[in-house]
């Protein structure tokens, strides 16, 4: 039973070798050149200029959950266009519809000025 495992178990002890002799390789053979630039705390592209626990715009998040949520409708999107012979026009009817819901909701965020920037 446990022989089962052993090419797995040969595989996970290979990866960990290999990863640890580039990581290792890298960090003797790669350049070291520190400056103030490379070595200063930044945060989400700009310099930190409060403590770690500040609050951040309502807008950053809404704009990420605004991605996330367009993204996943793209992601639906390749499979359906993949079977879109064998389900037919009742498959091209129901994405119309779901992209047709994304299309109001957007729409919707857009009216109310969610992807406006300051």
């Known amino acids: 039973m446990l022989s089962n495992y052993l ?8 990866a960990l070798v ?21 070595l200063s705390p930044y945060e989400c592209g700009f ?9 951040f715009d309502v807008r950053y998040y809404l704009v990420a ?18 079977v879109l012979d064998e389900i037919g026009w009742f498959g091209f009817a ?7 819901i994304l299309v109001v909701g957007f729409v919707y965020e857009w009216k109310k000025g969610a992807l406006s920037w300051e």
Do not use: Y
Request: hydrophobic letters at 60%; glycine letters at 8%; proline letters at 6%.
């Open 18 to 38: 290999m990863a640890g002799a580039l990581i290792g390789l890298g960090s003797f053979m790669g350049p070291n050149r520190p400056d103030s630039e490379k």
């Open 47 to 55: 310099e930190a200029f409060e403590d770690s626990r500040m609050k």
């Open 65 to 82: 959950i605004l991605f996330i949520i367009f993204d996943l409708e793209i992601a639906f999107l390749f499979p359906w266009a993949i």
């Open 7 to 14: 090419p797995v178990l040969i595989f996970i002890m290979i």
């Open 94 to 100: 129901s994405m119309v519809v779901f992209l047709g």
